[in-house]
């Protein structure tokens, strides 16, 4: 893997990296996995991983799409710069979502160079605050790389529904790599309501209102990043906007847009 492809998925699926080695990780190979992708969707990404009780916690805050929606797709292009860097490297790439209900989604983003695939970053996601679980799958690579994952979350409120500019929540979680059953680092992540719009402003194609978050994050370790977001009241999904670490800035934008 290149120093180029490592910093790119580092952007997509930031945390604790995880090599799935055989013999540590019961886990297939690359070279399996994309012998029969959608088989490993379907038995790895599924809203029966995350615990019963972390499942229980996000379904009682109550996001669920308008009714119909079963998958979403898109185009994004990402810009990122890290620390020293001048010019920003852009980076188009697709997106889908399948929405797996109360929030949960599981989501693929594919990158391409010159129309080949070559790398997969796959998700278990709640609602596009909470990363549940991910592999980062490059082509050539002999085993997938997973990232760090949200393993509990204490009980909160959001709700887009009512909420107004300059209205705010607040939500804790604790985060751990993929075979981590304890000592979990404490995150908390703060949103304020900073616009509430037709969500058509951010692409023509997507129906409803949407709110757009301004967040900040400090982990227990006192590393802190800012994000924007809007979040999409019809879909119960928030798309990334804006990252801005110590390390590293992001800024997203949606091309294209469809669901159904």
């Given at each position: ?27 297939p ?11 490993f969707?379907a038995k ?13 916690k996000l ?16 185009k994004?292009t ?32 594919e ?32 085993f997938p ?7 509990d ?10 909420m107004?500019?300059?209205?705010k ?10 075979p981590?059953a ?9 949103c ?5 719009a ?15 978050l ?29 990252f ?17």
């Open positions: 893997m290149t120093s180029s492809m490592q910093s790119f998925f580092r952007t997509f699926a930031p945390g604790i990296a995880v090599v799935l080695l055989a013999g540590c990780v019961a886990y190979t690359v070279e399996k996995i994309e012998a029969d992708f959608n088989g969707l790895e990404y599924t809203v029966a991983y995350p615990p019963a009780a972390l499942r229980a379904t009682e805050v109550g996001l669920k799409p308008k009714n119909g929606i079963k998958e979403i797709s898109m994004m990402l810009r990122q710069s890290g620390v020293g860097e001048q010019t920003p490297k852009v980076s188009p790439f697709d997106v889908k979502l399948v929405n797996l209900g109360d929030g949960f989604y599981r989501e693929v983003r990158l391409r160079n010159n129309g080949f695939l070559t790398a997969r970053f796959v998700y278990l996601s709640w609602a596009g605050f909470f990363q549940l679980k991910s592999d980062t799958i490059i082509k050539g690579d002999t790389v997973a990232y760090g994952e949200v393993k979350v204490a009980p909160f409120r959001f709700s887009p529904g009512t107004k500019v300059g209205e929540f607040v939500a804790e979680s604790k985060f751990g790599n993929r981590q304890f000592n979990f680092s404490t995150e908390t992540m703060e304020v309501a900073e616009k509430i037709p969500a058509s402003t951010v692409n023509a194609k997507i129906s409803g209102n949407a709110i757009w301004g967040c900040g994050t400090k982990n227990d370790k006192g590393f802190e990043t800012k994000k924007k977001s809007v979040y999409l009241i019809d879909y119960a999904l928030a798309i990334p906007l804006e801005r670490s110590p390390t590293r800035t992001q800024d997203y934008e949606i091309t294209d847009f469809s669901a159904q």
